[in-house]
């Protein structure tokens, strides 16, 4: 079916401006027209913009689609997570994974997601789930997905045993590189440092995992077969031998040399932030998060430090984009605008400039700013309608009247939300404005 969406508000990403009293006609799954307002043909449904401001849809460039972000003990590890993943090696945990999978990807595009990047899930579930999306299916039908299927890392890395395979020569990282492309991945993920979760010294969240050797491994059989490299760093070593070993993208970041900068800059590369799970798991109370009090302060690191490897990228002219760790805690399957906002909040851009990277930009790094991230014509029907300007409060993006993924049309989008969840994290938005404590 054809559309038109009446007499709207349309955002112009790529200059920042808006545009008022407009028409989008949409034929299907693309923008064929924006124009003023005006008679319009028949044949196609009339939506009544009333003025309401159409956004291109949000990307969401790092997400985990395994879990809904409430906090859990399993994440520590122990027999607990141990026999969790016993169960979904099972062919009934097999459905259950599935149906978990979908369930995130449902309430992803519901929150105004219209394209993301799953870097790391089990089984190959995030490739199932991508080819199901692509043909129309289920209750995430028209989302675009770029998945990796199971990150590489060493033995004893980041998700080594849960979300990621490990070998440790370089023969066997080829073959996992290969075995993940054959499996159909859009690119490769790895974990060359540790996290927060996994972290054993205060201070070092992002202890090295795989040497140089190891990366680059991976790295020149992916680029060989056309793959770019999506790389897990969390220290300044770490985004070093990312930099020099090939990564095309450093996911959370750090502190950056003005070697790592140079090189990252003429290679193309791009550096994706994840404030959502970072900032929640040092900023609330620990008998919220169930974190140890080590955890919390390399929550604190974290944050920090991509901040700071932000700020570098962007006076060096390297792209960044936003993410939001989905899974993670505090990180659920709903809240990619309030990594914007919260981004827009401990950076200092403004509002309208982070809604361009999380459309526009984020597109520029998938490199498919030809197909979506804003709304022209000929590019995809990914918008959404909102009542208010999100150009001047960025928690606009978190109702939506109503919106489109590839031309299917979406009224009154709802994901399942978690009401607690959200109290205690729009009080943390307040308590993050008030302490200033990025100034």
Request: glycine fraction near 10%; aromatic fraction near 6%; charge should be positive.
């Amino acid at each position: 079916m054809d559309y038109i969406i009446a007499d709207c508000t349309v955002a112009d990403v790529e200059n920042c401006t808006l545009a008022g009293h407009r028409d989008i006609y949409i034929s299907g799954q693309k923008i064929v027209r924006i124009c003023p307002a005006g008679d319009r043909p028949r044949g196609a449904k009339i939506i009544d913009g009333g003025g309401r401001y159409a956004v291109p849809g949000l990307i969401n460039l790092h997400v985990h689609l395994f879990g809904t972000g409430r906090p859990s003990k399993i994440l520590g590890g122990g027999k607990l997570q141990k026999a969790v993943l016993s169960f979904i090696r099972t062919p009934i945990g097999r459905v259950v994974l599935s149906r978990l999978v979908s369930s995130a990807a449902k309430n992803e595009l519901l929150s105004g997601v219209t394209t993301l990047r799953a870097v790391g899930d089990f089984h190959g579930s995030d490739i199932a789930l991508r080819d199901r999306c692509n043909s129309f299916k289920g209750a995430a039908a028209g989302l675009r997905m770029y998945v990796s299927g199971m990150a590489i890392t060493a033995p004893g890395g980041h998700g080594d045993g849960t979300f990621a395979n490990s070998a440790a020569s370089p023969e066997g990282l080829r073959e996992l590189t290969l075995k993940q492309i054959e499996a159909g991945a859009d690119f490769i993920k790895i974990c060359i440092t540790g996290g927060v979760m996994d972290a054993v010294k205060r201070g070092e969240p992002g202890e090295v995992k795989m040497t140089e050797e190891q990366v680059k491994a991976v790295c020149d059989c992916a680029h060989a077969s056309g793959k770019k490299v999506a790389a897990h760093v969390q220290s300044t070593l770490g985004a070093e031998i990312a930099a020099r070993c090939g990564v095309d993208t450093i996911e959370h970041g750090a502190p950056f040399t003005e070697e790592s900068l140079k090189i990252l800059k003429a290679r193309g590369g791009a550096q994706v932030v994840t404030l959502s799970p970072a900032m929640p798991c040092w900023l609330l109370p620990r008998e919220f998060t169930k974190l140890g009090e080590d955890a919390s302060y390399n929550s604190s690191v974290v944050t920090r430090g991509m901040l700071e490897g932000a700020k570098q990228s962007m006076a060096a002219g390297i792209p960044v984009g936003l993410g939001t760790d989905a899974s993670c805690p505090f990180c659920t399957q709903y809240n990619m605008w309030r990594e914007v906002q919260w981004f827009s909040i401990a950076s200092g851009i403004s509002p309208v400039q982070c809604l361009k990277m999380a459309t526009l930009g984020n597109a520029k790094i998938l490199g498919i700013e030809d197909i979506t991230g804003s709304l022209s014509e000929g590019k995809s029907a990914d918008i959404l309608l909102l009542d208010n300007n999100p150009c001047d409060d960025l928690s606009a993006l978190r109702s939506i009247h109503c919106m489109f993924v590839r031309g299917r049309y979406i009224r009154r989008p709802a994901p399942s939300r978690s009401a607690a969840m959200e109290r205690r994290l729009d009080e943390l938005t307040e308590e993050i404005k008030n302490a200033k404590l990025f100034d």
